[in-house]
């Protein structure tokens, strides 16, 4: 994983605090820096508050056919530094550790539930639609499944609105 922190200038002058491993980059910058970016591993990125200038910035990278995502919520990222996450699935443990199948679940999960309210699909179908057959080897996978569809399906829908 390579996390890389993509806050405005302002707000890391601002502050003290980085999280271990991460290198700064320019948001504004992007067409600079991008294809340095390693194509072999997950682009994990933070801003200040974990929305308009990482969601952008995963945008203009995965349109680049970079594997990136953003952390959300990340005013409170620097309160966990070192802490342990749980992802989900699997064991809890320090974000780095993240297995790339996990996020590859999460993140076609959500792409579904996305296309699901944008056509209109009621949940129960958007649930049964998705073919999670690649990721039930994820540890608790069983378990989890279903929350985690209901949950991306009220975020896409929220977002929608």
């Given at each position: 994983m390579h996390l890389v922190d993509v806050r405005r200038s302002a707000d890391r002058d601002a502050s003290t605090e980085v999280l271990p491993g991460a290198t700064w980059h320019y948001p504004e910058h992007l067409a600079q820096w991008a294809d340095a970016l390693p194509k072999?591993?997950?682009?994990?990125?933070?801003?200040?508050?974990g929305g308009s200038v990482s969601n952008s910035v995963?945008?203009?990278?995965?349109?680049?056919?970079?594997?990136?995502?953003?952390?959300?919520?990340?005013?409170?990222?620097?309160?966990?530094a070192g802490a342990?996450?749980?992802?989900?699935?699997?064991?809890?443990?320090?974000?780095?550790?993240?297995?790339?199948?996990?996020?590859?679940?999460?993140?076609?999960?959500?792409?579904?539930?996305?296309?699901?309210?944008a056509k209109g699909v009621d949940i129960e179908a958007a649930k049964t639609s998705f073919?999670?057959?690649?990721?039930?080897?994820?540890?608790?996978?069983?378990?989890?499944?279903?929350r985690n569809a209901y949950q991306a399906y009220q975020e896409s829908e929220a977002e929608s609105f």
């Open positions: 072999d591993q997950p682009i994990v990125l933070y801003c200040v508050r995963v945008d203009a990278l995965q349109a680049r056919g970079l594997n990136a995502c953003y952390i959300e919520g990340d005013n409170e990222i620097f309160r966990h342990r996450f749980v992802p989900g699935h699997g064991e809890p443990g320090p974000l780095v550790d993240f297995d790339q199948p996990t996020r590859d679940y999460l993140e076609r999960l959500k792409r579904h539930a996305d296309d699901a309210v073919d999670a057959a690649a990721w039930k080897s994820l540890a608790n996978f069983a378990e989890l499944n279903g």
